[in-house]
């Protein structure tokens, strides 16, 4: 019987190596290990020889790197995509390029299937497969966790010995964490009760906000086009920009979430969050937005950003709608270009400096000094017709949207008075 092949994402964990042996025995297969770098801190040194000392027969280690920089961390950042109005999505935009990587390793390897260690749980297995359904829609794909035996940590690693597979001694973190340039990931553990404030040791990658320097530190942020390319004049690659920010912000205490949210499976779940460059970033590009976009387009935006964030995190990246959002948004950023000066101090974000060559802060309209040339004699003209609708319905229905009536309370202290005399 010919033997299946299988590409495995594999991170080199304890249940992704679980798997790649499971899978050979389960599923008679050759496994091909697809390991992404996606800038996470985390070093990927010894990833590779460990998969061939599992016997894998096939391992890919890519530098995704900047491809995740330039065409899914700014695509999300430009759109102003923070899921329930807070997450930056590291984890989620990560997931769509794996499952990329994984259909194109499939392919060149001849695979009939690929394989994922997600749980039955969570997003992350649905953003693997919703990836996979569009690009490889031919390939099967395999959730091992969703089917094994295996009900604990213990019980995986008493399978790897019984394969002779040492499984490095370290202590096991309490938590569950997923991590990459764009942000950290963080659940489990203490975590799972939501009134319980994390441990100090669930952080991983920032300084808490009031251990932080006593002294503000100032970074200027230049865009164009709404992609960030400088920091304090210094122009970087989208990977350097990236990194650089979150070693300045999270030494500052930015970047810090704790938030309960609304999983796409329907679970709540509350999970901690660190993306220092992510929030600063985020934060810095809106006020760039605030000078350089006109009322109307602005607020549309910020309507497509709800959108955008409910469609990266629930799977759907490779889908038309979000080309479309795409096309919509980066016609929309043509004039963000200038900078933000930021202060960064104990976890907090505040504008020092805004500039754009593009701005629409008109001082002969804005001033209240002798500079004003906004025509106010035109207002009186605007504001008759503005009124006049309601002023129409009014006349017809009595006062409106207001129960008491004007002045009731000053009218019945006068009759009253009326009454006694
Ligand atoms: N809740 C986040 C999301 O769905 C992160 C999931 C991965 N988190 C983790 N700790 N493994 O995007």
Known sequence: MNKER???AFSGGLDTTVILKWLEEHYNADVITVTGDLGQQKELIGVEAKAHQ?????VYILDLKEEFAKEYIFPALKSGALYEGSYPMATALGRPLLAKVLAEVARLEHCTAVAHGCTGKGNDQIRF????????PDVKVIAPVREWEFRSREE???YCERRGITVSATKASPYS???????????CGALEDPRIEPPADAYQRTVAPELAPDVATSVQIEFKHGEPIALDGEKLSPVELIQALNALAGANGIGRLDLVENRLVGIKSREIYEAPAALTLHFALRELERLTLDKATSHYKAKIALDYADLIYNGLWFTPLRTAFDAFVSDVMKPVTGFVTVKLFKGSLTVQERWSPNSLYDLSLASYTELDKFDHAASEGFSKIYSLPIKTYAKVNGEVGNPHGVGSKVFEAFAQTLLQH
């Open 177 to 187: 964490i997923d991590e990459n340039m764009w942000g950290t990931s963080i659940e």
């Open 6 to 8: 299988i590409a495995l």
């Open 129 to 136: 497969e919703a990836g996979i359904a569009a690009l490889a």
């Open 54 to 58: 599992l016997g894998a027969a096939g």
């Open 156 to 158: 995986e690693i008493a």
